[in-house]
């Protein structure tokens, strides 16, 4: 009799976590629409970055001027996308982006501009965006090598 407790409780057991993973939400295709806890299909309201591409490296750049990059982005959800704000990780790179909303399907962008002067040497930066896309806090890059301008030679004066 005890044997045929276990044996019921186990199936029951089984049955119920099968249930469950029957109808637990699942994501589906790109996760613009996912199944409910009654099984149907339900659209995933909201907005999705999906960028050309989130690093650029700018290679050798001479030093002095100013070098700037455009991040090209798709909203792929299916609520308009707003970037509330973009922040660099220091002073010397200076983002601007479009503060209107992107519908879905359409691109947007965030322009990028890193200062070289007085500052030779390899660099990588990361810019932070902060929007009401299901993913909140999207990080770019910008990298490359600052080449120092080339300092003057000073000449000794001959020796008479």
């Given at each position: 009799?005890?044997?045929?407790?276990i044996?019921?409780?186990?199936?029951?057991?089984?049955?119920?976590?099968?249930?469950?993973?029957?109808?637990?939400?699942?994501?589906?295709?790109?996760?613009?629409?996912?199944?409910?806890?009654?099984?149907?299909?339900?659209?995933?309201k909201?907005?999705m970055?999906?960028f050309?591409?989130?690093?650029?490296?700018?290679?050798?750049?001479?030093?002095?001027?100013?070098?700037?990059?455009?991040?090209?982005?798709?909203?792929?959800?299916?609520?308009?996308?707003?970037?509330?704000?973009?922040?660099?990780?220091?002073?010397?790179?200076?983002?601007?982006?479009?503060?209107?909303?992107?519908?879905?399907?359409?691109t947007?962008?965030?322009?990028?501009?890193?200062?070289?002067?007085?500052?030779?040497?390899?660099?990588?930066?990361?810019?932070?965006?902060?929007?009401?896309?299901?993913?909140?806090?999207?990080?770019?890059?910008?990298?490359?090598?600052?080449?120092?301008?080339?300092?003057?030679?000073?000449?000794?004066?001959?020796?008479?």
């Amino acid at each position: 009799m005890f044997k045929k407790i276990i044996f019921v409780a186990l199936c029951c057991y089984s049955a119920i976590g099968f249930a469950q993973d029957q109808f637990a939400p699942t994501m589906q295709n790109n996760g613009s629409y996912f199944v409910d806890e009654f099984g149907n299909l339900t659209e995933l309201k909201s907005a999705m970055f999906s960028f050309e591409q989130t690093e650029h490296d700018f290679g050798n750049l001479p030093e002095g001027p100013k070098a700037g990059y455009t991040f090209k982005y798709t909203n792929v959800g299916s609520q308009d996308l707003v970037i509330s704000h973009v922040q660099a990780s220091c002073g010397c790179t200076q983002p601007t982006w479009s503060k209107d909303a992107v519908a879905p399907g359409k691109t947007g962008e965030v322009f990028v501009e890193y200062n070289t002067q007085g500052r030779p040497g390899p660099f990588s930066k990361a810019i932070t965006i902060t929007s009401n896309a299901t993913e909140p806090s999207k990080v770019i890059f910008i990298k490359g090598k600052v080449e120092p301008v080339p300092q003057p030679t000073q000449e000794t004066p001959a020796q008479h």
